[in-house]
């Protein structure tokens, strides 16, 4: 009996969840976005800085690989005669959350204390969203999961939260 309670309480969160991504889709951008907005330039025009908040969060060390130093700290040794500095992969299941002002959108169509969400990569991309790279990134890829792979939240102050599910293929430099 008790399993079915959760069981039952579990459900009406997952559907009312769905429920609220699936109408927040559907809500037309045409008042949020205004005429002249262009989601290649960053708010605040051109020059000057802008203020963007982003947050890492590591889920999970999926791998790391350091397989072959001792034989490439050998052959650059003696063939090239170049310090070696040891590296390690490492491949990281990360949640990335970058949040920013933006202005120039019409909040007032959402209302002052709700939250427009969009999960589709189409409609995402109409907005603007801070470019971010790795230094030291190999490759980084967007992860399928559950929850999505991304996901842009709009509140009625222009609060803009874009969060992304992605694994990371790191490279990380010892001291040799």
């Given at each position: 009996?008790?399993?079915?309670?959760?069981?039952?309480?579990?459900?009406?969160?997952?559907?009312?969840?769905?429920?609220?991504?699936?109408s927040a889709q559907e809500v037309d951008l045409g008042g949020l976005l205004p005429p002249d907005y262009d989601a290649g330039f960053r708010p605040g025009g051109l020059w000057g800085p802008m203020n963007v908040s982003i947050s890492l969060y590591v889920n999970d060390l999926l791998n790391t690989e350091n397989k072959?130093?001792?034989?490439?700290?050998?052959?650059?040794?003696?063939?090239?005669?170049?310090?070696?500095?040891?590296?390690?992969?490492?491949?990281?299941?990360?949640?990335?959350?970058q949040q920013w002002v933006d202005r120039r959108l019409n909040t007032s169509v959402i209302g002052?204390?709700?939250n427009f969400?969009?999960?589709?990569?189409a409609v995402i991309n109409r907005f603007w969203t801070p470019k971010l790279y790795f230094?030291?990134?190999?490759?980084?890829?967007?992860?399928r999961t559950i929850g999505g792979q991304q996901r842009l939240t709009i509140t009625g102050d222009s609060?803009?939260?874009?969060?992304?599910?992605?694994?990371?293929?790191?490279?990380?430099?010892?001291r040799g």
């Open positions: 009996m008790v399993t079915l309670s959760i069981t039952q309480n579990f459900l009406v969160f997952l559907c009312g969840l769905l429920i609220r991504l699936t072959d130093q001792v034989l490439w700290k050998m052959l650059i040794n003696t063939f090239l005669n170049l310090s070696f500095s040891p590296c390690q992969t490492i491949t990281l299941d990360i949640t990335l959350v002052r204390n709700r969400i969009v999960t589709d990569s230094v030291n990134g190999i490759s980084v890829a967007t992860m609060l803009l939260s874009y969060s992304q599910h992605v694994r990371a293929l790191m490279m990380v430099r010892g």
